[in-house]
């Protein structure tokens, strides 16, 4: 387990308004790292920054040692993927979102291994022919995070997933990220204010004024 994640002096300005300041963060493999902090510090644009769905206006991100600027960003995305707080579904049916990573991958839909990561998020399989529309925004949220999953990518960026779900759907979605950390080793970097997904992370980072406190 090494260094595998990197950002290093990395900030990110809009117009004149300075977002993200020489940041430099080492993400080990495995690890579970929780960014915290006032709003408008800058966490969520720094995720995006991690996502390569913005580039940085200074300092460079290494992935496996690689500047992921040299990497072709849908090959990136497969392997460091990204996670709205607002969950984006499209098409008529949840198996709809499904086939979408197997279409992009060129393979076969694997029925029996979507059915299995609904039943994890304690979904039955008759929702993969559930109307978008008639789900729950717990429900909404689980099917959007099956998907970024059903292709196991190495890193989970979590932009406040759990934000707006009743307590039971966010206890459903926080056990199994911590199973995904701990039994599947991925790295879980995830943006939060929950106090009690602050507590399950293996590592705490602050930001505060676009600035990283030691």
Request: hydrophobic share 35%; charged share 30%; net charge negative.
């Amino acid at each position: 387990m090494g260094k595998f994640l990197i950002a290093e002096n990395i900030s990110y300005k809009l117009k004149e308004q300075t977002i993200i300041e020489d940041i430099t963060l080492e993400i080990m493999e495995g690890s579970h790292v929780t960014i915290t902090g006032p709003s408008g510090g800058g966490k969520s644009t720094l995720l995006k920054l991690l996502a390569s769905l913005l580039t940085p206006t200074k300092g460079k991100i290494l992935f496996h040692d690689q500047n992921i600027d040299e990497l072709m960003p849908e090959d990136y995305r497969k392997k460091v993927s990204y996670c709205f707080q607002q969950p984006s579904l499209f098409g008529e049916t949840v198996k709809d979102n499904f086939l979408l990573p197997y279409t992009i991958r060129k393979k076969e839909f694997e029925k029996s291994h979507a059915v299995n990561l609904l039943k994890q998020l304690k979904l039955p399989e008759e929702y993969l022919d559930k109307k978008i529309t008639e789900l729950s925004g717990g429900e909404k949220q689980r099917v959007a995070l099956i998907r970024n999953v059903l292709f196991l990518p190495e890193v989970l960026l979590l932009d406040e997933v759990t934000a707006g779900l009743d307590e039971e759907s966010k206890g459903i979605v926080n056990q199994w990220l911590v199973g995904l950390n701990h039994e599947q080793n991925v790295t879980l970097i995830r943006v939060t204010h929950d106090s009690e997904e602050i507590a399950q992370s293996k590592e705490i980072r602050q930001i505060v004024a676009g600035r990283l406190e030691s």
